[in-house]
């Protein structure tokens, strides 16, 4: 086999093969009859909701010279796949003609691949609870048969090649550039589209381009991101209170509060995981997220929450015996070291994590994900609640002192610094030049205006409560406020992160988007 040069990427699979077996699709041909997508899905026995293959449309120009074409697209069988390498289980395997096939066996339905992929090309089948997606008729190519969208197209409009993979190589940014496509560089797609001759692409825009519409809210994962980023900030919290005490000699300081702070949030925590398998089409198999660690955000995140569920529930059964039950003695249990050594583990534990979380949005084709902000977003979220959690068991636990003071105000600051930039970061949405970015921030600004307006209010609150007990009014109903009034802000924020995100995509069809708008 020849040796191949090629990008030092993780996860690149091009060991198994020198060539290449591409679609090669002719846009200055294709006539917008939408047999490829009826024999695809006849072949196929695809559900009506379900489309491995799609046409949309592009146009340009003005009256009266206008352009309208039709862009034909399946599977891209990318060269540096996201699917594949997202995939927590490994459920993609690259064969030796490099298509791209998911085994629907090992699938556990988490639908990460559906957000990798920059082109939306696998698709959840909620009866099934796996993802589904286009493998060429690999079952037809074995039999020296064309794919049945290639040999429905009446034009010829598609074709199937075998090309050196240097090829694709070296002109994959060029052969895989069309109106309405994502950019190649996200993924290196093998697919070659001809364009037509004498037509500028930059002129040419998706005929959708004004269909826009929400995101699945995915409650199972908003739960589950906000309460194991709640538990981090309370655990955070208390781990702060306990050093400060163990260095001043106050050692049961608020212990009972403490104690029983942990495990609440502990509750918290092991609810949360428990939600996360609600999100999965087979949550018998949540076993397999681990697999493909080496690439994989989502397994990262899994290795790295259970870690601190573990040491965060030894952290807090210890404070909780020792101190919120008073059963034993710490010195029974290692002394004050062990648990700070536990509180340290937990929180560095949790920390990477939430970082891990964050992370696995962080994709290309979610743009409005992909910026460091989300990290910031999921982080605030411990910042913001922990510190008001803590005062609030301190309250109830009949603290009134300084500790419930600055507990408060930090958590009233960090609230304000994070409305901030997130007003900043909504700002710089609106004013890119980029469809998804600037679609993002209208869905977040005109569509969800209602709902702005209670975060807001949730926030004002939070705000209320927090800046009493900031200066010295302690009271069990500012706490209660402050903290409920967090939670719900911090839920609504989650909420509008998930379904105000635009995702990249091929070009639309007209009459597809208009029928669904007006249903």
Not at 7 to 17: E, K, S
Not at 367 to 384: C, E, G
Not at 414 to 428: E, G, I, N, Q
């Amino acid at each position: 086999m020849d040796i191949i040069e090629k990008p030092d990427l993780p996860g690149f699979r091009t060991d198994n093969r020198s060539t290449q077996t591409r679609f090669h699709f002719h846009m200055d041909i294709c006539v917008g009859c939408h047999a490829c997508e009826v024999a695809c899905s006849e072949q196929n026995g695809l559900p009506v909701d379900t489309q491995w293959r799609r046409v949309g449309e592009v146009e340009g120009g003005e009256y009266p010279d206008t352009l309208r074409f039709f862009l034909s697209s399946g599977c891209n069988h990318c060269l540096d796949a996201p699917c594949a390498k997202g995939c927590p289980v490994d459920a993609y395997k690259i064969d030796e003609r490099g298509i791209v096939i998911h085994q629907a066996d090992v699938c556990i339905g988490c639908q990460y691949c559906t957000w990798n992929c920059p082109y939306s090309v696998p698709s959840f089948q909620p009866e099934r609870g796996v993802v589904s997606k286009c493998d060429m008729c690999v079952n037809r190519l074995e039999e020296s048969r064309e794919p049945a969208c290639a040999q429905a197209c009446p034009a010829g409009a598609i074709e199937i090649e075998t090309v050196p993979l240097e090829e694709v190589l070296a002109t994959y940014e060029d052969a895989g550039a069309a109106p309405g496509m994502p950019a190649p560089e996200i993924s290196m797609p093998s697919t070659k589209i001809t364009l037509p001759e004498g037509v500028d692409p930059s002129s040419l825009h998706p005929v959708t381009s004004d269909f826009v519409e929400p995101e699945e809210p995915h409650s199972p994962l908003i739960f589950m991101t906000v309460l194991t980023q709640i538990g981090l900030g309370g655990f955070a919290a208390i781990y702060a209170m306990d050093l400060l005490r163990s260095l001043s000699g106050a050692v049961q300081l608020a212990g009972t509060a403490l104690g029983t702070l942990a495990a609440v949030l502990m509750g918290l925590i092991g609810l949360s995981l428990a939600a996360s398998t609600l999100h999965l089409g087979r949550p018998a198999f949540a076993f397999r997220a681990i697999r493909n660690w080496r690439t994989s955000w989502l397994s990262r995140e899994v290795l790295a929450l259970t870690l601190f569920a573990k040491v965060a529930f030894a952290y807090a059964a210890f404070l909780l015996a020792t101190e919120g039950l008073g059963w034993v003695s710490a010195e029974a249990l290692g002394g004050v070291g062990a648990r700070l050594s536990l509180g340290t583990g937990a929180v560095m534990a949790g920390i990477v994590g939430i970082y891990a979380s964050a992370r696995l949005y962080r994709v290309p084709a979610r743009p409005a994900w992909n910026f460091r902000k989300t990290t910031a977003d999921f982080f605030a979220v411990a910042w913001i609640v922990g510190p008001a959690v803590l005062a609030l068991a301190l309250v109830l636990g009949g603290e009134a002192g300084l500790s419930v003071q600055v507990a408060a105000l930090a958590a009233a600051l960090a609230l304000l610094a994070y409305a901030k930039l997130h007003s900043d970061f909504v700002c710089h949405l609106a004013e890119s030049e980029t469809f998804e970015l600037k679609a993002s921030a209208e869905l977040y600004r005109d569509h969800f205006a209602r709902l702005r307006m209670y975060k807001n209010g949730a926030a004002l609150l939070a705000l209320m409560g927090l800046l009493t007990l900031g200066v010295g009014a302690v009271s069990i109903a500012a706490a209660t406020l402050g903290v409920a009034g967090l939670v719900a802000y911090v839920f609504l924020q989650r909420y509008l992160f998930f379904t105000t995100v635009v995702g990249t995509n091929i070009a639309g069809n007209f009459i597809v988007e208009a029928h669904r708008s007006v249903a």
